[in-house]
């Protein structure tokens, strides 16, 4: 299941970047995108001065998604492709990236959950997740990635 592509502009929804301070885009696909190969991009604005975010952030996405951080591929600061979230200072990034990140990828998560469950014609509460891979739990062979 693929993301829609993002926008030439360079954001995904084309619109003009916010002001610095003000509130970042509430895009889902701003933040965070699926590819065909299973990669998954997350967008961050804010960058990685040696305290380890970019480790952290891939892997909120990752435990959200259900998948292997070698899946996530983080893209910070760069100003034509990520939200603006100001400036990267005040060990502040777990709490404001970090949480809007785990948000978007759990709203993804679900968002999957429910076409593979259209898919696998089975409601939800019968799929598992596994790395990627979602299952229908009493019939492992039926799976969807």
Known sequence: MMAAPRNPSGNASGRAEAAWGSRPTDQLDDWLAIESDGTVPAYSGKVELGTGILTALAQIVAEELDVSMKQIRMVMGDTAR??????????????????TLRQDAAEAHRF??????????????????????VSVREHQERNIT
């Open 82 to 99: 990520t939200p603006n979230e100001g400036y990267t200072a005040g060990s502040m990034t777990i709490q404001s990236s970090g949480s």
């Open 112 to 133: 999957l959950l429910e076409m593979a469950s259209a898919k696998l014609d089975a409601p939800i509460s019968e799929l598992v997740v596994n790395d990627g891979t």
